[in-house]
C-alpha cells in the first residue's frame, strides 16, 4: 500500500493539471464566444477532475448553448425534412444531455420538444416496420432483419418486432439446418440449431432438432483392452489405454464420448474371449447392444525402459597456477606459470523410454475402417557433467603418466578451445529427469496423438 501511495498521489495531480489546462483553454474559447469549443474543453476539464466547480459552471452554461443548437437542428427537421432525419437528430441531442447528465451537469431539454419527438418516432418506426413485414414475407430476410434491428436501436418494445426480428434473424437458418439433415450432414445441422439455440430460448423446435443431429453425430467409442507384441508389454496395456482414455475424455466437444469398460463388459462371455482379433470382430457384432458406434483397439509394439546409471570416471589434468619465481641470472622476481598434476571425476547418465503404438477406429454401424495409424516416440534425458575438489577455473586439461614424476608422454593442452570445453562440463546439469517423469510425459503424448486423430476423424453421420 505505501509504494502504490506516491503512484496514487502523482495521477490525482496529473489529474488536476489537466483539468486545469483544458480549463484555461476553454475560458479563451468561451471569452472569444466559441461556445462549441469551450463546452467540449469544459467538458474534458470536468471529467479530469469532477471538483471543479468553475469548469462545471461553465459547462453548465456553454453546454445549454450546444444542446439548444442541436435541438433546433431537430425543429428543422420535424418541420421541413424527414421523418428519419428528425428521428436521429433529436437522439443525438437527447446523446448530449445524457452525456453531460452523467457528470452532474443538469441541461434543460422540454418535454414540448419530447412531445414532437415521439410523434416523430412512431410514425418512422412504423414505415421500417412495413418495410420490414414486406421483405419478411418476401422472405427478403437479411434486409427484413436489417429493418427489424433499427426498430430495436431506437424502441424495444414497438409492436412485435422483437419476435419478428428472431423470425428474420433465425428462419434462414432454421431451414439450412433442415436441408442439411435430409443430407444427412447432422454436424454440420447440429452448427446451425447451436447458433440458433444459444442467440434464443429456442426457435420452433430447434432445441429438439439440436439434441435429434447431436445423437445422430456423436462418435460414440468403445475402448477395448489393449493387445501387446511381445509378452514382456502385458502389464502396460492398463497404464496405455487409461492415459488414452483419459485423454479422450478431455476433448471439449459434444461429438466423442467413450463407453465404459462396465458397458462393454455386459456382453455373453465377453471375458472369455482373449484373442484380440476376435475381441474386435465380437465388439462389432454385438456393438450395437452397448451404444457405440466405433471400436478403439490398439496394439503395443514397443514398450522399452532404460533405466540408466551414474558411471563415474575419473580423468587427469593440470592445475593451473602462476607462481614468483627470481631469475639466477638477473637476480630478479618473475611470474611464471607451474602446471601441476591432478585428478578430477566426469559424470555420465542417460534415462531413456520408447513408446510405439498401432491402432484402429472402426465403425459397428457401417462397414469400414474410420482410420488406422501408428505412434512412435521416445524421451530421453542425460547428464554429462564435471567435479573437482579444488578451483576448477584454475583446470586445465591434458594427460600425464605418473602424477609424482615426469615423463615424456606427459602432454598439457592450454588453450582457449580446450579450456571453453574442460570448464563447461562444470557448469553443466547435475540433476536427471527421472525414468517416471520421462514416461509419464511420453504416456500423455502418445494419448494426444491418438486423440487428436479421433477429433480429426469428423464424420457428418
Known amino acids: 500500500m505505501k509504494q502504490l501511495l506516491p503512484i496514487l498521489i502523482g495521477l490525482i495531480l496529473l489529474s488536476s493539471c489537466a483539468s486545469k489546462r483544458n480549463y484555461n483553454k476553454a475560458q479563451k474559447f468561451d471569452e472569444a464566444g466559441l461556445y462549441t469549443d469551450a463546452a467540449t474543453l469544459y467538458y474534458k476539464s470536468l471529467k479530469s477532475n469532477k471538483n471543479n466547480i468553475d469548469a462545471k459552471l461553465g459547462l453548465q452554461r456553454t453546454g445549454q448553448l450546444v444542446l439548444e443548437d442541436k435541438v433546433e437542428v431537430f425543429q428543422n427537421q420535424y418541420n421541413n425534412g424527414t421523418a428519419k432525419d428528425a428521428v436521429y437528430a433529436y437522439r443525438e441531442a437527447e446523446s448530449y444531455y445524457n452525456q453531460l447528465s452523467a457528470l452532474g451537469v443538469k441541461l434543460i431539454l422540454s418535454e414540448e420538444q419530447k412531445e414532437y419527438y415521439l410523434e416523430v418516432k412512431d410514425k418512422y418506426l412504423d414505415i421500417l416496420y412495413q418495410h420490414g413485414m414486406k421483405a419478411l414475407n418476401l422472405e427478403e430476410f437479411k434486409n427484413a432483419e436489417n429493418q427489424f434491428s433499427e426498430i430495436l436501436s431506437i424502441d424495444k418494445n414497438f409492436k412485435d418486432v422483437q419476435s419478428q426480428w428472431l423470425t428474420a434473424k433465425y428462419e434462414p437458418i432454421y431451414r439450412h439446418g433442415n436441408e442439411l439433415i435430409q443430407s444427412e450432414q447432422f454436424r454440420s445441422a447440429y452448427a446451425d ?156 547418465q542417460e534415462n531413456s523410454v520408447a513408446i510405439s503404438l498401432s491402432y484402429d477406429l472402426d465403425r459397428i454401424d457401417k462397414d469400414e475402417k474410420a482410420f488406422a495409424d501408428t505412434y512412435y516416440g521416445e524421451k530421453k534425458d542425460k547428464v554429462h557433467y564435471a567435479k573437482f575438489d579444488g578451483d576448477y577455473k584454475q583446470l586445465v586439461a591434458g594427460t600425464w603418466k605418473y602424477i609424482d614424476k615426469e615423463s615424456s608422454t606427459d602432454q598439457v593442452y592450454d588453450s582457449d578451445e580446450a579450456n571453453r570445453q574442460l570448464r563447461a562440463l562444470f557448469k553443466n546439469k547435475k540433476d536427471i529427469q527421472s525414468l517416471a517423469s520421462l514416461e509419464n510425459n511420453l504416456l500423455k503424448e502418445c494419448a494426444q496423438h491418438v486423440s487428436k486423430n479421433l477429433t480429426d476423424y469428423k464424420p457428418e453421420n
Open 193 to 348: 440449431f447451436n447458433t440458433i439455440n444459444t442467440g434464443t430460448k429456442g426457435y420452433k423446435n430447434s432445441i429438439e432438432l439440436q439434441n435429434q443431429c447431436l445423437d445422430k453425430a456423436k462418435v460414440t467409442v468403445a475402448v477395448l483392452p489393449f493387445s501387446y507384441k511381445y509378452r514382456n508389454y502385458r502389464n502396460y496395456t492398463s497404464t496405455v489405454k487409461e492415459s488414452v482414455v483419459a485423454e479422450i475424455s478431455k476433448i471439449k466437444s459434444p461429438f466423442y464420448q467413450t463407453v465404459s469398460d462396465e458397458a462393454i463388459q455386459t456382453l455373453p462371455d465377453w471375458t472369455k474371449t482373449k484373442d484380440p482379433s476376435l475381441a474386435l470382430k465380437y465388439a462389432k457384432q454385438f456393438g450395437t447392444n452397448f451404444e457405440a458406434k466405433t471400436i478403439l483397439s490398439a496394439r503395443i509394439d514397443v514398450y522399452k525402459k532404460t533405466q540408466g546409471q551414474l558411471q563415474k570416471k575419473e580423468k587427469k589434468g593440470y592445475l593451473k597456477q602462476l607462481v614468483i619465481v627470481t631469475n639466477p641470472e638477473t637476480e630478479l622476481k618473475e611470474e611464471k606459470v607451474k602446471y601441476t598434476k591432478v585428478r578430477y571425476y566426469e559424470y555420465e
